[in-house]
């Protein structure tokens, strides 16, 4: 029985996104968001009001993802899910109360980035994003 190496693509992408999530994580913990949380409402500020299947695909989610991850948000108000444009599609918006939970969680955004980038160093940084853009649009094409 061979088991995966240590040299595991996804697990190294894993272990990455762990550590660096533990930033944001810790940040955002402060003003009572998640990352993914914080992300969602950025999105749907960003883009919304917005099909909840537009949001999946703009996220690159599946459905029952972005589901289960918007339930929490619409139960404590920060965003609302209404009626879509023709009737038989809905909608994602956000509210009042969820623009005030996205700033107050900008500063702590901006604090886990910078110090993120301070750990990694601004060259490895912007080496990673390129890499990680190229990766993306490599594996995409692909559509598993």
Same mark, same amino acid.
């Given at each position: ?8 693509? %996804?697990?190294?992408?894993? $272990?990455?996104?762990? #550590?660096? =999530? ?8 402060? #003003?009572?968001?998640?990352?993914? $949380?914080? /992300?969602? !409402? ?12 537009? *949001?999946?695909?703009?996220? @690159?989610?599946?459905? @029952?993802? *972005? ?7 619409? =139960?404590?108000? /920060?965003? =609302?899910?209404?009626?879509?444009? %023709?009737?038989?599609?809905? @909608? ?6 969820? &623009? ?10 901006? @604090?886990? $980035?910078?110090? #993120?980038? $301070?750990?990694?160093?601004? &060259? ?6 390129? !890499? *990680?853009? %190229?990766?993306?649009? &490599? ?6």
């Amino acid at each position: 029985m061979s088991f995966p190496s240590l040299d595991c693509t %996804d697990t190294k992408l894993h $272990q990455l996104a762990r #550590v660096v =999530a533990h930033y944001y994580d810790g940040e955002l913990g402060k #003003v009572g968001l998640g990352t993914t $949380q914080y /992300w969602l !409402l950025t999105e749907v500020l960003s883009h919304g009001p917005i099909r909840p299947c537009d *949001l999946a695909h703009a996220m @690159s989610l599946s459905p @029952s993802t *972005l589901t289960r991850s918007l339930k929490p948000l619409i =139960a404590t108000g /920060w965003l =609302a899910l209404g009626p879509g444009t %023709d009737g038989r599609t809905r @909608s994602v918006s956000i509210t009042t109360a969820g &623009r005030r939970k996205c700033a107050e969680g900008l500063p702590r955004w901006t @604090s886990a $980035q910078a110090r #993120v980038h $301070q750990l990694l160093g601004s &060259r490895n940084v912007s080496a990673m994003h390129a !890499l *990680l853009e %190229d990766c993306s649009a &490599r594996m995409s094409a692909t559509h598993l």
